[in-house]
């Protein structure tokens, strides 16, 4: 219902722009999922995160656009992409997953549509709009914010993450060494 509320109130460039990057954004999580060569896969994440860039373009918050490009579709991906090199990963052999786990997927895949509808018709009205700190959604108040509040948080992400990249490279040698 919001949704349809904040694409009513987009100008007829804005929806094209919109629809243009929801079938790009969708496509390109298609090829991420379903490709079977890594590097492929990688560079379509690439421009998944890219068109998730341009989402928050559209929603004129030009500074998590910004981020999206440089820390996202630009780092991690190198990052990413690197890891894929090092490891020397093949595509996968020939054949199809079988029928449990399409089966399986399939009923996790329309469970998440059916949450989405359910979370989508239940919202309620908006609340009144208060008043807003003057920084609010900048780069100094983000930066307050993340290295303030919740400095503890986002290094305990980064470590996670850090930890996760490292256990993915232990198990994917070990594999290549058998």
């Known amino acids: 219902m919001i949704a349809?509320?904040?694409?009513?109130?987009?100008?007829?460039?804005?929806?094209?722009?919109?629809?243009?990057?929801?079938?790009?954004?969708?496509?390109?999580?298609?090829?991420?999922?379903?490709?079977?060569?890594?590097?492929?896969?990688?560079?379509?994440?690439?421009?998944?995160?890219?068109?998730?860039?341009?989402?928050?373009?559209?929603?004129?918050?030009?500074?998590?656009?910004?981020?999206?490009?440089?820390?996202?579709a630009g780092a991690i991906m190198v990052l990413i992409i690197f890891v894929i090199m090092l490891l020397n990963l093949q595509p996968e052999a020939k054949g199809g997953p079988g029928l449990v786990p399409m089966?399986?997927?399939?009923?996790?895949?329309?469970?998440?549509?059916?949450?989405?509808?359910?979370?989508?018709?239940s919202f309620a009205p908006d609340p009144p709009v208060g008043a807003v700190a003057e920084d609010f959604g900048t780069a100094a108040g983000m930066g307050r914010a993340l290295f303030g509040a919740y400095f503890y948080p986002f290094e305990l992400v980064s470590l996670a993450l850090l930890s996760a990249m490292a256990g993915a490279i232990v198990l994917a040698k070990r594999h290549l060494e058998d």
């Open 103 to 121: 089966f399986f997927a399939f009923a996790m895949g329309l469970a998440l549509v059916l949450l989405l509808i359910r979370a989508g018709t």
């Open 4 to 72: 349809l509320g904040v694409m009513a109130t987009m100008g007829s460039v804005q929806l094209t722009v919109f629809a243009l990057l929801a079938v790009l954004a969708a496509g390109s999580a298609l090829v991420v999922v379903l490709h079977r060569n890594p590097v492929v896969e990688g560079l379509f994440l690439v421009l998944h995160l890219l068109t998730i860039a341009g989402f928050y373009a559209l929603l004129e918050a030009y500074f998590f656009a910004v981020v999206q490009v440089l820390i996202y």
